[in-house]
């Protein structure tokens, strides 16, 4: 069972970056596919990115796609989520999650996902 700790969450203003980071403990990521998931307050937890084991493949929400960035550095067993031109919408809880499979019709359901970090917070006032 791999342990993810999501950090790099905080406080911006609209226009501003943030980059986030997905550490992994107890197991290798590399042979992992992972993913970044926001939950804002009252809704539901939706998809924002996903990047294969590899790193040769990644997926974006349209709404995210030019302003957010997916890599990893399999060597560090990190994901990370470069977030730039931030609008206030983007506002949300941001969790990682891993799953070994990668399934393009369904990884942008939560329940896809096996393992879920604890989330980072990311506030931004405009």
């Known amino acids: 069972q791999v342990q993810l700790v999501e950090s790099g969450g905080g406080s911006v203003q609209a226009g501003g970056s943030l980059r986030l980071s997905c550490a992994a403990s107890?197991?290798?990521?590399?042979?992992?596919?992972m993913g970044w998931f926001r939950q804002a307050t009252g809704k539901e937890r939706e998809f924002v990115a996903a990047i294969r084991s590899s790193g040769g493949s990644t997926y974006y929400a349209d709404s995210v796609k030019g302003r957010f960035t997916i890599s990893r550095d399999n060597a560090k067993n990190t994901v990370f989520l470069q977030m730039t031109s931030l609008k206030s919408e983007d506002t949300a809880v941001y969790y990682c999650?891993?799953?070994?499979?990668?399934?393009?019709?369904?990884?942008?359901?939560?329940?896809?996902?096996?393992?879920w970090g604890q989330g980072t917070q990311v506030t931004v006032s405009s």
């Open positions: 999650s891993a799953e070994a499979s990668w399934n393009i019709l369904t990884l942008r359901l939560p329940n896809y996902w096996g393992q």
């Open positions: 107890g197991r290798t990521l590399s042979n992992a596919n």
